[in-house]
């Protein structure tokens, strides 16, 4: 089956109750069992629940993996598969990270005892220099970065681990499964915050972790379970209606986020924008190679400050100022004291998120009228 089709009736058959065509919501925290020592399908909701499972098979199929797990949240996923880690053990993360993804890191996971280390992850040469045998157990991949949108190439760096034995795991969120899908790449796990562009709305949090293997898959079941960390019914049923439409909104959002990109490169007050799809893009042909779509989130740098950048977030009509990104609203954001304020100055400015970085997450409204709404509060600045 092809995308489109997958997204509506993959791990959706009609339920073999009463024939619904939608997934119904099993709100229910335990189910019973045929007889002593003998459970059915499902026995209690926290191991499995037959609306998570609808859409954990769902999303395996989008990514091409074998399984699929929904956490509660995008960081849920995050913590369950890092906080398996121990004292000793070697990580190796991309230097250019989402906020909340470094502070687990940085202020959770280093401060039990794991050895985290930053590395330019879009230079493979320094990816092999960093791994230390026999204790760096994971490499860390995010592509395109938040907000920078540098990209890393993921057959370089799932080369690399696969000769060495380290597990890899790249945060998909920005592109989702149709316009990039990492296991193809040899890339072990994907990540998603299903909140954003999954689910598309903006009215549930969630998270997602897809295996590309029974291994994986074994040791991501066993965490999920063990600590507690599922998505519950009800988040699952929204997300899984969000998916239906998924391949028709990244369209839409990457035509607005291009056009809008384009139209940004032109004006006077901006310095640069951070745009793969964009020629001036320093890894523009690694995006056409690996990528086949350009998402609907990037940032772009002001020529002015703060200030200006402040004047710009207080002026704008259509987009709203607001954290999260990938629903059909167009968002806009300020990462220096929004989505990435819980890091060090000097770790932000090392990598280059400054105060003159606005982020946007472009919506499915009509691209005129976004572009309208910028110009009319860039004339404020």
């Known amino acids: 089956m092809e995308f489109k089709t ?5 791990g959706q058959g009609p339920d073999p109750a009463y024939g619904a065509v939608m997934p119904p919501i099993y709100q229910t925290s335990t189910f019973a069992f045929r007889d002593v020592g003998e459970p059915g399908p499902f026995d209690y909701s926290r191991s499995g629940n037959p609306t998570r499972k609808a859409l954990q098979d ?38 250019d990270l989402y906020g909340g993804t470094y502070r687990l890191l940085m202020d959770v996971i280093a401060k039990n005892g794991v050895d985290v280390e930053l590395v ?15 204790k760096t157990k994971l490499i860390w991949i995010e592509t395109p970065t938040n907000p920078l949108m540098n990209l890393v190439d993921l057959g370089a760096v ?11 795991v790249c945060d998909n969120t920005f592109l989702t499964p149709y316009f990039q ?9 994907v990540l998603h915050s299903t909140t954003k562009y999954i689910n598309g709305h903006s009215d549930v949090v969630g998270g997602a972790i897809i295996a590309n293997s029974e291994e994986h898959a074994e040791h991501v079941d066993f965490l999920l379970n063990a600590m507690g960390t599922c998505a519950g019914p009800q988040d699952c049923f929204l997300v899984l209606r969000g998916l239906k439409t998924l391949a028709v909104r990244m369209e839409e959002h990457n035509r607005n986020a291009l056009r809008i990109a384009q139209w940004l490169e032109e004006h006077p007050k901006v310095k640069a924008v951070l745009h793969p799809g964009l020629e001036s893009h320093p890894q523009h042909e690694l995006a056409k ?27 704008v009509k259509l987009f709203t100022l607001a954290e999260s990104l990938g629903g059909v609203e167009s968002l806009i954001e300020h990462p220096w004291t929004m989505t990435h304020a819980s890091m060090p100055d000097e770790a932000r400015r090392k990598m280059t ?8 997450s472009v919506g499915i409204e009509d691209c005129n009228d976004l572009i309208a709404d910028l110009d009319q509060a860039m004339s404020t600045i």
Do not use: W
């Not at 190679?289 to 002026?315: P, V």
């Open 6 to 10: 997958k997204a509506i009736h993959a």
């Open 58 to 95: 769902c999303l395996a199929a989008l990514e091409g993996g074998t399984h699929g797990f929904a956490f509660g949240t995008g960081m849920a996923a995050e913590s369950t598969l890092l906080l398996s880690y121990r004292q000793g053990d070697h990580l190796i993360v991309h230097d």
């Open 120 to 134: 330019n992850l879009r230079q493979p040469d320094k990816v092999e220099a960093a791994i230390r045998p026999g």
């Open 158 to 168: 799932a080369e690399i681990a696969k000769a060495h034995g380290i597990l890899t």
């Open 181 to 189: 899908r990492p296991l193809e790449f040899g890339v072990d796990l």
């Open 289 to 315: 190679r690996q990528m086949t779509g350009y998402g609907g989130t990037f940032g772009f740098r002001l020529k002015g400050g703060q200030e200006e950048a402040f004047q710009l977030l207080r002026s």
């Open 353 to 360: 998120i400054t105060e003159e970085v606005i982020r946007i």
